[in-house]
């Protein structure tokens, strides 16, 4: 599939917003990706996830990791289609950990897997507890880069779609956004 494609997918399922968003970052944006607007169609996280798995089809993934709560449905998925086990890693005292008896072995050629990627921070977080052991992370899948490319792992990272958007810190928000009433979306909010 084409970005152009996918990004169809987005716009079909209301997926992309335009306002003036507070991301969870602290950054505002006047554009906003609601990942579970797509995510809560199965037959659109079933195409998405598909084409994730084909770019990572011949790096002989043992394991797809994913972080609560819409990494848990990708990793599913690309797991499904890459035909491995898939777990997910979730908060405890602030930091992604592994729990519920997940087994990490330091032989697995690990896929870490995200819906949509700003500033990082999430997937850093499952780096550095998969490296805790010592497995090999061969890649990182997401649906939406939003940071343009401007994140680097260190790891070959494989978007479906790069955006740029723009965002801005609390204190040097243009007059125009200030006009526009704010949104703080995510699972706080209905």
Request: glycine share 8%.
């Amino acid at each position: 599939m084409t970005e152009e494609e996918i990004l169809q997918i987005f716009k079909n399922t209301g997926a992309l917003l335009d306002g003036h968003f507070i991301l969870t970052s602290g950054m505002h944006s006047p554009h906003y990706i609601e990942k579970f607007r797509v995510l809560e169609h199965p037959r659109y996280t079933e195409i998405l996830c598909r084409e994730l798995a084909e770019k990572f089809r011949d790096d002989n993934i043992t394991l797809v990791v994913g972080p609560m709560t819409g990494g848990i449905l990708l990793a599913y998925e690309v797991g499904k289609n890459l035909d491995t086990r898939a777990i997910f890693t979730e908060r405890v005292d602030g930091k992604m950990k592994f729990r519920r008896g997940f087994d990490v072995k330091p032989d697995d050629r690990v896929l870490i897997v995200e819906d949509i990627i700003s500033t990082g921070g999430s997937v850093q977080e499952v780096i550095d507890e998969v490296k805790r052991f010592k497995a090999e992370i061969v890649g990182i899948g997401c649906l939406v880069d939003r940071s343009g490319g401007k994140v680097d792992f260190g790891i070959p990272l494989k978007p479906l779609v790069k955006m740029d958007v723009i965002a801005f810190k609390p204190d040097e928000i243009p007059e125009w956004l200030k006009k526009i009433p704010v949104t703080k979306p995510g699972s706080t909010n209905k």
